[in-house]
């Protein structure tokens, strides 16, 4: 089973550009949905989420989250970099 998330609709107006009103298609059964599985970065409905796994999934999110690592260890970096040269 799939644990998801429901795509918060303030939190899109925030954003701008319609979003809001915009829904993914569920990776499995192709219908509208406001759902995702936030770790793999994929739009999936409530009811696929009840009999699909995770490991069915394409992992997107593993991109995002290499970027972050990234961001995180550079930002380790130039604080240290400061904090010598301070």
């Not at 829904?23 to 009840?50: I, S």
């Not at 997107?60 to 290499?66: D, E, I, K, M, S």
Request: aromatic share 6%.
């Amino acid at each position: 089973m799939a644990i998801i998330e429901h795509e918060d609709k303030e939190v899109l107006k925030k954003w701008g550009m319609g979003l809001e009103s915009i829904l993914e298609h569920c990776h499995f059964c192709r219908k509208p949905t406001p759902y995702w599985h936030t770790n793999t970065n994929n739009p999936v409905c409530q009811e696929c989420a009840k009999t699909h796994r995770v490991s069915e999934l394409p992992d997107y999110g593993q991109r995002v989250r290499a970027m972050k690592r990234k961001e995180r260890a550079n930002a380790g970096i130039n604080r240290s970099r400061e904090a010598a040269s301070g």
